[in-house]
């Protein structure tokens, strides 16, 4: 950072005119802020538009009290335009409106001027050329070639390589062009050949003393992007039209300055590039660390091997842990080690899961013969084929039906408190209404599913999504759920909070993913879905394992709080910063 400090730095003493003029404040202000900036979530974008901000607004650089003012070169561009009108180069345009001051969006510097931008410009001057026209060795520039936001060209091809079929517009080293489809996405350019482009690519020809690279700046500013996105018309295919365009209010200054602007822009977003460049290696060295030292984590094998691994982790949170993503992959290992038997110690004194099974099965019976449930399809064995990882001794592999049941469904008849998906809060896992009663001539059609305590409800539609949930809230009424759930209500053994953090595991949702079908609304079917199978431990084992999830989740969420509180005091001292740069 210091290096970007001495060289910012030497371009002020480089600069012509009085560094100790006033508006130089907030280009000091954003040289001594880079780091906070950048640090904010998104800050190196910021860091651009406030770049450019500052460029239009005449904050970037000092002036120069000897510059030939922009109402000089104004009245030379008139003088020009009208040479070119008796000439025949181009049409006498219709008198724009003048502009009042009170419509002005920011005072400008002493020696600039408001004025239009199509006072300055020739806006979409060039000739239209037929396809047949076209000369093939000529460049033909699409949409597509640049890219949104950096505005680089990312592909260059010519007329022959493309074999155009329409119209195009043509046009000449040193014109702006600027694609007026779609705006938002900032695409500008300065053709550095001639040559020709699609008709939504709209080349402006500078008059006289105006810099093609400060037009582009200002084009690529937040106050002209706002502006754009308050005219743009069509759904679709939002674009901007001509009127708009030409009657943009543009901040001109002096000839002089302008190559000052664009001399100091030019050297600020290198330094924009240098730092994201540096930003996202030093990002992906801290993934790929954090990552292997997870990695180590699930494959440790003894005691002290893990107790190692986790006192590594433990004592790099602070480089380890920087965003939310770092936190979810944390969670996902947590979750991982848990359901591989790879996070508490297995006790050979446990019952196993086997005998567990054994008295599940006498339960079921038990519930069936009162008509509590009815009675479940024969399931297949577990195959082979379909498992996974090795179980440490104890734990067994069986389908979830096996260790599950529901209560069927039923047209409600009565009040009822109602769970559809949007009642899951997927972040938290939780159920986040209170209470919701519903009458039955109210029911919606797929309030269906009965569902008590204790259940674990699992949504079967974009199950990407993750919303599962434990009905955990004891109410007066019954509870039905949505036919988009699977309800999962455990046998006397199975902790249902085990299962829950199973149904989040990578290797469930690696299962689901693999038996999705559909589009629109991708789901797993019922079937597929009790077709999956689940490793179970001893009983005793279960609830070793989901009091060290619980307590690790818990420090998850402290993490994800603290880094949470970072990025917004980070974000809270952008703003600041900001508002004290544009004033």
Known sequence: MQNMKSKTDQMDKTDNGDNGDNRTISSDILTENFATI?????????????????AVQGKLVPQNPDDEPASVLLEKIKDEK????????????????????????????????WTRLGTVTNYNGRKKIPPSDLKEDYWLLELEDIEKGSSKVIKRLCCGERSPKSTK???????????KLRPYLDKVIVADTDGYCTTEIVPIIQYYGIIPNYIRLFLKSPEFIKYVNSKTYGVKMPRLGTSDAINTFFPLPPLAEQHRIVERVDCLMKLCDDLESRQESESENRRLLLLSVLKNLEDAGSEDEKQEAWEILSGRFDDLINSAEDVKELRKTVLQLAVQGRLVPQNPEDEPASVLLEKIK???????KTGWIKKQKALPPVDEDEIPYALPEGWIWV?????THNFGQKVPDKPFNYI???????????ISLDENIIQPKDAPSRARKIAKINSVIYSTVRPYLLNIAIIDQIFE??????????VLHPHKGISNRFLYYYLRSSTFIKYVESQMTGMAYPAISESKFNNGIIPLPPLAEQHRIVERVDCLMKLCDELEERVVAQEESAERLLSSVCAGICG
């Open 38 to 54: 950048t640090k904010a979530n998104g800050g190196i974008k910021k860091l651009r538009e406030l770049i450019l901000q500052l």
């Open 82 to 113: 009208q040479n070119l009108i008796k000439t025949g180069q181009i049409k006498k345009q219709k008198p724009l409106p003048p502009i009042d001051e009170d419509e002005v969006p920011y005072d400008l510097p002493e020696g600039w001027i």
């Open 169 to 179: 517009s043509s046009f000449k080293t040193g014109d702006v062009l600027y694609g």
């Open 362 to 368: 006498d339960e079921k019976q038990n519930l069936i």
């Open 399 to 403: 389908k979830i039906p096996k260790i």
């Open 420 to 430: 559809d998906v949007s009642s899951i809060n997927k972040e938290k896992g939780k």
């Open 477 to 486: 009424q019954e509870f039905i759920v949505s036919t988009a759930f699977a």
